[in-house]
Structure formats: structure tokens, C-alpha cells
């Protein structure tokens, strides 16, 4: 005699693993933004240690020429350091003046253009 219960939540199991992952938020690396005055857009992701997310203590925004940076939610993203996908949260760019500048973030450049 079968044990429904066992084979039906080895399938919800089964069938849910694929729908969680389109769920994770993957949080981009972009070396070249393009935004308006106003506009905001994910550009990086700040990692703690690998495997944690930073301490919310270090999430402080952070001035540029043409906006700033502010953290938005938890996501992952591939980091080289860490051989792998690690925990982090959104670097946001909130655009607010005109002009051009590149930046480095975490270690990273980014091209910067504000219209």
C-alpha cells in the first residue's frame, strides 16, 4: 500500500524547487547606466562576508557627482571572491542631477550618464 501523503509532498517539493528560484531576487552588476533626473535604477549589490549579508550598519547612502546610492531589498549575486552566488542587498542609484561620471563600487566601475 502506497503512502499518498509521502508521494504527494515529494512532488509539490519536486514541482515547487523550480518556481522558488524564479522567485529569488538576482541582483545585476551593471557597468554602464543610463538614467534621467528622477529615475532610479539596481546597479550593484553590497555582500558581507561570503555567505551573509552585511551588517545593516553598513548600509549608509552613498554621494556621487550626478545622485547617490541607497540599498534597497536582499538578493543574490554571482561574487568572484566568493566563488559563487552570495547574499546581498540592491545598491540603488537614484539619479539626481545631469552629467556624466564613472564611478567604483565595491571594486567595480560603473559608467554613469544622467539626461
Known amino acids: ?20 528560484a524564479q522567485d529569488q531576487n538576482n541582483v545585476p552588476y551593471r557597468e554602464k547606466v543610463n538614467l534621467k533626473v528622477g529615475q532610479a ?3 550593484h549589490g ?3 562576508e561570503c555567505g551573509q549579508l552585511p551588517p545593516k ?10 545622485g547617490h546610492v541607497q540599498f534597497g531589498k536582499p538578493g543574490t549575486r554571482m561574487s568572484n571572491s566568493c ?11 537614484v539619479a539626481e542631477r545631469a552629467g556624466r561620471e564613472v564611478i567604483e563600487l565595491y571594486g567595480d566601475p560603473i559608467s554613469i550618464t544622467v539626461k
Do not use: H
Open 1 to 20: 500500500m502506497f503512502n499518498w501523503v509521502g508521494i504527494s509532498l515529494a512532488a509539490t517539493l519536486l514541482l515547487a524547487g523550480p518556481v522558488l
Open 41 to 43: 535604477m539596481v546597479i
Open 46 to 48: 553590497k555582500r558581507g
Open 57 to 66: 550598519s553598513e548600509l549608509k547612502p552613498i554621494k556621487f557627482k550626478t
Open 83 to 93: 566563488k559563487g552566488p552570495t547574499p546581498v542587498y540592491e545598491a540603488i542609484f
